[in-house]
């Protein structure tokens, strides 16, 4: 399958997200990556509900929001309400990760499971073949710009072999320090999905950077 493009808006323009949105609508970004980050699981704050709605409004495009925070149960209607297409939650801070996913689908959106850099493909065999996608974090999450770790491909092809052998058809999604001189290892080890911050919006031409991650 050809590789989807999800740029993340966390290195959008805050003060013109609607004219950055629009030019994601021309592109050939297939989603729009949406970090959600509380100070808590993560040391940073983003952005909620008022800018997803917000973000809702001026794009058809697919809304893949990668949740940040604790305490997310109560809030899983609420993200599909707001414009959530998918919606992706961590192994770390997941309690009851099984009820949390059949919770997502429920409610109408697609539902994946995000891995920080120091957990283990092997912890979702037992769920592989519940979730739609498996998040890889390339970073530590909580900021973008950050440099990719290499040790990431090895988990993508850890992640794609558990993928066929148990013919779950869960999307790999790689996302932290992706860029163009690193896009092809990436989707070579087996990634469906690349999320791409930095790279995309500190480009002099974002529409052409998307277009190369793609090729
Ligand atoms: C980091 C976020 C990423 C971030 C990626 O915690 O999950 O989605 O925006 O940004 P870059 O591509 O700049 O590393
Ligand atoms: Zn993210």
């Not at 740029?7 to 021309?26: G, H, Q, T, V, Y």
């Not at 949406?34 to 940073?44: A, I, K, R, S, T």
């Not at 008022?50 to 058809?60: D, S």
């Not at 697919?62 to 959530?84: R, S, T």
Request: hydrophobic share 45%; aromatic share 6%.
């Amino acid at each position: 399958m050809p590789t989807i493009i999800a740029p993340s808006l966390l290195s959008a323009n805050f003060l013109n997200l609607e004219k950055d949105i629009e030019m994601l609508n021309r592109s050939e970004a297939e989603w729009l990556h949406f970090d959600v980050m509380d100070g808590v699981f993560v040391p940073n704050i983003s952005f909620g509900f008022p800018v997803l709605k917000a973000v809702r409004k001026a794009t058809k495009k697919y809304i893949d929001v990668h949740l940040m925070i604790h305490q997310y149960d109560n809030f899983i209607e609420e993200f599909k309400a707001a414009g959530a297409d998918g919606l992706t939650v961590h192994f770390e801070n997941s309690i009851h990760l099984h009820r949390t996913i059949q919770a997502i689908k429920k409610a109408g959106m697609k539902a994946g499971v995000a891995l920080n850099p120091h957990t283990p493909i092997n912890v979702l065999s037992e769920i592989i073949n519940e979730v739609d996608l498996v998040l890889i974090m390339s970073v530590n999450p909580g900021f973008g710009g950050q440099k990719f770790i290499e040790n990431t491909c090895s988990k993508i092809a850890a992640c794609k072999q558990l993928i066929e052998q148990k013919k779950s058809s869960a999307l790999i999604e790689v996302d932290g320090g992706v860029d163009l001189t690193n896009c092809k290892k990436i989707i070579s080890a087996g990634a469906n999905v690349l999320v791409a911050g930095n790279a995309v919006f500190a480009s002099t031409n974002p529409m052409q950077t998307i277009e190369e991650l793609k090729k």
